[in-house]
């Protein structure tokens, strides 16, 4: 079975400050990684993807995530925030040909 | 635009009533996957469709079905509706590319029992 926790419902951060959304999966297979954004009021978007190669991805906005295997973790990361980052963010596995499974999500809140 | 379509937007109904929401993936999608949204929950997968066969079933009640049509779009029949039924309904089409799924999604069905 697979499964895919974000650990953080929601997480206030200042305007400028560093953030981090945590993502912890668990599959009994090799998998693909994807974290997504939902803006106010629209469908969800891919910010960024980890396939294979480096573990670090750049993804859209200044958003970057790392994938840790061995800590199973693929969290998501921005320096600096801004207010237009309000979102929500969701993390997702692909552990075959169309077998998506996303996270409840984190809702990130920017403080100005 | 994602290229997947969702109609209605809003659906004002009430308890006990049916409705059907409807997806059209973007062309050439074989895949559908819906989702429920609600506040206390987060995003639920509910169903997924591929080339009009169901492929997997999630959190989906037994109140809830859907079909994929020869033409590829979708619908999500929800039947005996509650107050907790109101939620954001996503539908969601995706591409296989090299092995990698890409889901795009629609901007939504915001379904409200009262």
């Known amino acids: 079975a697979q499964s895919v926790t974000q650990l953080d419902s929601q997480v206030p951060v200042f305007e400028e400050a560093p953030v981090e959304l945590r993502c912890n999966y668990s599959?009994?297979?090799?998998?693909?990684l994807f974290w997504y954004v939902q803006y106010p009021n629209q469908g969800l978007q891919l910010l960024l993807k980890?396939?294979?190669?480096?573990?670090l991805v750049k993804g859209i906005n200044g958003f970057e995530a790392e994938f840790n295997k061995s800590q199973t973790s693929f969290h998501l990361r921005k320096p600096s925030v801004h207010i237009s980052d309000t979102a929500e963010y969701f993390c997702?596995?692909?552990?075959?040909?169309?077998?998506?499974?996303f996270g409840t999500g984190t809702r990130l809140t920017v403080i100005p | 635009d994602s290229g997947v379509t969702q109609t209605p937007k809003h659906l004002i109904t009430a308890t006990g009533q049916r409705v059907t929401l409807r997806c059209s993936p973007r062309?050439?999608?074989?895949?559908v996957y819906w989702y429920q949204q609600s506040l206390d929950q987060g995003l639920q997968f509910l169903i997924h469709?591929?080339?009009?066969?169901?492929?997997a079933k999630g959190n989906i009640l037994e109140r809830f079905s859907a079909q994929q049509f020869p033409d590829l779009h979708s619908e999500l029949n929800l039947s005996s509706l509650e107050l907790g039924d109101s939620a954001l309904y996503f539908c969601?089409?995706?591409?296989?590319?090299?092995?990698?799924?890409?889901?795009?999604f629609g901007q939504g069905t915001r379904l409200t029992v009262v």
């Open positions: 969601a089409s995706s591409v296989v590319s090299g092995g990698v799924t890409e889901a795009f």
């Open positions: 599959s009994s297979v090799s998998v693909y």
């Open positions: 980890y396939l294979s190669g480096s573990t």
């Open positions: 997702a596995i692909q552990t075959g040909a169309n077998n998506l499974f």
């Open positions: 062309s050439g999608d074989l895949s």
């Open positions: 469709y591929y080339n009009g066969e169901e492929r």
